[in-house]
């Protein structure tokens, strides 16, 4: 009842968000305003005790918190007034990892993204040793993003998210995570009715099936995927799907059917 309205707003809004903690730059998207102005916000909050900051820059709410925070923000903002809060911080990292997925894997055809949400600043990162500390950093809250963004409504973000992180997931072994979020993506994708997106996704799980050595749900997967690709006469999925099949089949010790696949997807 203290706080000052903004700095009330803040912790109303903090208690939507999907992930364990936060960051200034993630905070001021999700209030829709700068970071600048969101510093001492979170100051405020940090002194009175309703967050905490457990590692330099990042900062959490304790559970019961957290579901104060929800509770108030159900009761004193609109709905609107939320999934306009929960589209900035969607839009947040996805555009941010938009970026630092370029860095990472600067050869990869890109996807068609909707337009920045108005008050979301997605941060800079410089070089690719930037976009890795940045999703090193961020992949906990980032995978809750993926789930949050399909329990809410949002499945373009499930998706387009799952998509922007799997370079990561993939260099880094996290295979576990990267099947997970892709099941996910698959799920909204269906919803969505985009047989396009589906398949992708589908491309996606079988990979890291593959790398889980999981190959029959590898094999199944990419069944499914070159039969959406051939459905919309997709000549570049199907190229892609026929790559995904070599390097599925070369571990498991059938070199001569993987170079048909490989001169397949050469055709």
């Known amino acids: 009842r203290r706080l000052p309205e903004h700095t009330a707003r803040l912790f109303r809004l903090l208690g939507l968000h999907p992930g364990p903690d936060i ?20 100051a405020e909050l940090t002194r009175a005790s309703l967050l905490s900051e457990h590692v330099p820059g990042r900062f959490a709410l304790h559970d019961l918190l957290r579901a104060y925070a929800a509770e108030r923000s159900r009761t004193d903002d609109t709905e609107d007034e939320r999934l306009r809060s929960t589209r900035r911080a969607l839009d947040h990292y996805l555009h941010t990892s938009l970026a630092a997925s370029k860095l990472l894997s600067p050869a990869r055809k890109p996807i068609d993204t909707a337009p920045l949400a108005p008050g979301v600043t997605p941060e800079h990162l410089a070089d690719l040793s930037g976009a890795m500390a940045w999703f090193t950093a961020e992949r906990p809250v980032y995978l809750a993003a993926i789930r949050h963004a399909a329990g809410a409504g949002f499945d373009e973000h499930s998706w387009q998210l799952e998509w922007a992180v799997s370079s990561f997931l993939d260099r880094n072994a996290h295979w576990h995570d990267y099947a997970e979020a892709c099941t996910t993506a698959i799920a909204a994708a269906r919803r969505l009715g985009s047989l396009d997106v589906e398949a992708l996704m589908l491309r996606g799980l079988a990979r890291a099936c593959t790398r889980l050595r999981a190959y029959a749900d590898a094999y199944s997967q990419l069944e499914r995927a070159r039969d959406l690709y051939e459905q919309l006469g997709d000549a570049y999925g199907q190229a892609a799907v026929h790559l995904a099949f070599g390097r599925l089949l070369e571990p498991q010790g059938h070199p001569a059917e993987a170079l048909a696949h490989a001169r397949r997807s050469l055709e």
């Open 23 to 42: 960051s200034l730059p993630a905070a001021a998207s999700l209030a829709g305003t700068a970071v600048r102005e969101v510093r001492p916000l979170v």
